[in-house]
């Protein structure tokens, strides 16, 4: 917590992945509460150490909803080729909504499950990205740089750890002000 709120006091990016069933909604929730970016879906692989790739789609999915959002569209576009623009969308939306504001590496990630959330602590650790994670039994703990013991599948711990969280950003964005 006290690198979190370090990272945070100094207007750093946070990225806070949980991509387990249980975590998903509480990771959106706590990111969307703390205006942070998140991945709760599924991580893609070369998500930060192939920006430029999830870049290009998240511009794409920019397009898509301005030209989704405009009235003439309609005219212009038969319904198939609008559903599958939709559709479309809506599968960019899932992927790389949460981290759609990122505008590059983050200063810090926050995973909320060492093993489901692997790729993305080798890829943090190859761009040395510090790393905050909860542990169970069956992780490694040399992946990462910040370890928290406990665990990482009940809704009640899940719960404990993301509002300890939501408190140490909270508190540590008054400092920035």
Request: glycine share 6%.
């Amino acid at each position: 917590l006290a690198k979190l709120y370090d990272v945070v006091s100094k207007s750093g990016r946070i990225l806070i992945v949980g991509t387990k069933k249980q975590a998903s909604t509480i990771v959106e929730n706590l990111a969307l509460e703390t205006q942070q970016c998140f991945v709760n879906k599924r991580w893609l692989g070369g998500t930060l150490t192939n920006w430029k790739t999830i870049s290009y789609s998240i511009k794409k999915l920019d397009e898509l909803e301005i030209l989704l959002s405009d009235k003439n569209t309609d005219i212009n576009i038969s319904k198939k080729e609008l559903l599958n623009l939709s559709r479309e969308k809506e599968k960019l939306n899932l992927n790389i909504g949460g981290i759609r504001n990122l505008k590059g590496v983050p200063d810090i990630i926050v995973v909320f499950d060492a093993v489901k959330d692997k790729l993305a602590i080798l890829e943090a650790k190859k761009l040395n990205i510090p790393v905050i994670g909860i542990l169970d039994t069956n992780a490694d703990p040399d992946l990462l740089d910040f370890p928290i013991p406990g665990n990482d599948d009940a809704l009640r711990s899940i719960n404990l750890y993301a509002d300890l969280f939501k408190e140490t950003i909270i508190e540590a964005k008054k400092d920035i002000s």
